[in-house]
T-cell receptor
Framework: DQQVKQNSPSLSVQEGRISILNCDYTNSMFDYFLWYKKYPAEGPTFLISISSIKDKNEDGRFTVFLNKSAKHLSLHIVPSQPGDSAVYFCAASGMSGSARQLTFGSGTQLTVLP | ETGVTQSPTHLIKTRGQQVTLRCSSQSGHNTVSWYQQALGQGPQFIFQYYREEENGRGNFPPRFSGLQFPNYSSELNVNALELDDSALYLC?????????????FGSGTRLTVV
C-alpha cells in the first residue's frame, strides 16, 4: 500500500525551462510535506517543505504547491539548470507512535539538458 | 557544523550473519531515524530514537534493532541477515520539533547480503 506515489520515474527538461515534478498521497493525516534531492553516492538533501495548512511555499527557484482536496503536491523549478539533475523524492510527514516518520515516494530522475 | 556521518560506507555479509551499522548525528540534533532504501525505491522508515529510547517503528521485524547513545550517536543492528536486506541504509537526524527544514541524512551504508 503506497501512501506516497511519484508516478513519473523520469523527466527530461531543457535548461532554462520549467521542471514540474508531481506527487500524490492517500493519507489525510499527513501534516507536512517535503522534497528531497539525491545525487548518486550521497544521502537525500532537504530542498523545500510545506505545511498542510498552506497551499504554496517558495524558496528561490523552487516552489511547492499543495492541493489538499486532490491530495496532490508538485515541485516547480524555474529556471532549470544542469546542476539540478538528480533524483527527487517527495516525502510526507506523520506520526508513528511518538515518532515523526517520513513516508517517501519512489523518486523521479530529473535530467536537465544543456 | 558537521553533518551526519555513517560507517562503514560499504559492507558485504553472508546470509544468516549479523551486522552493525553506525551513525553520528549532526551537532545539536537529539533525534535519530533509520531508513532502508532498496534499489529503485524511496527510503522506508525503520525506527526512530529519542533520548536513547525507541519511540516509533515502521513495518520491520524485531531482528532489526537499534541503540542511541548519550552523545546521540546511534547503531542499527540486523540479525539473521536475509538476501532481501540488501539495500542502502540511511541515518537521519533532527532537532526535536523542527520540521520546517526536514531531516539531515547521512550518505548511507550500502549493505550487500550474499
Amino acid at each position: 500500500d503506497q501512501q506516497v506515489k511519484q508516478n513519473s520515474p523520469s523527466l527530461s527538461v531543457q535548461e532554462g525551462r520549467i521542471s514540474i515534478l508531481n506527487c500524490d498521497y492517500t493519507n489525510s493525516m499527513f501534516d507536512y510535506f517535503l522534497w528531497y534531492k539525491k545525487y548518486p553516492a550521497e544521502g537525500p538533501t532537504f530542498l523545500i517543505s510545506i505545511s498542510s495548512i498552506k497551499d504554496k511555499n517558495e524558496d528561490g527557484r523552487f516552489t511547492v504547491f499543495l492541493n489538499k482536496s486532490a491530495k496532490h503536491l508538485s515541485l516547480h523549478i524555474v529556471p532549470s539548470q544542469p546542476g539540478d539533475s538528480a533524483v527527487y523524492f517527495c516525502a510526507a510527514s506523520g506520526m508513528s507512535g511518538s515518532a515523526r516518520q517520513l513516508t517517501f515516494g519512489s523518486g523521479t530522475q530529473l535530467t536537465v539538458l544543456p | 557544523e558537521t553533518g551526519v556521518t555513517q560507517s562503514p560506507t560499504h559492507l558485504i555479509k553472508t546470509r544468516g550473519q549479523q551486522v552493525t551499522l553506525r551513525c553520528s548525528s549532526q551537532s545539536g540534533h537529539n533525534t535519530v531515524s533509520w531508513y532502508q532504501q532498496a534499489l529503485g525505491q524511496g527510503p522506508q522508515f525503520i525506527f526512530q530514537y529519542y533520548r536513547e529510547e525507541e519511540n516509533g517503528r515502521g513495518n520491520f521485524p524485531p531482528r532489526f534493532s537499534g541503540l542511541q547513545f548519550p552523545n546521540y550517536s546511534s547503531e542499527l543492528n540486523v540479525n539473521a541477515l536475509e538476501l532481501d536486506d540488501s539495500a542502502l541504509y540511511l541515518c537521519a537526524s533532527s532537532p526535536t520539533g523542527r520540521l520546517n527544514y526536514g531531516y539531515t541524512f547521512g550518505s548511507g551504508t550500502r549493505l550487500t547480503v550474499v
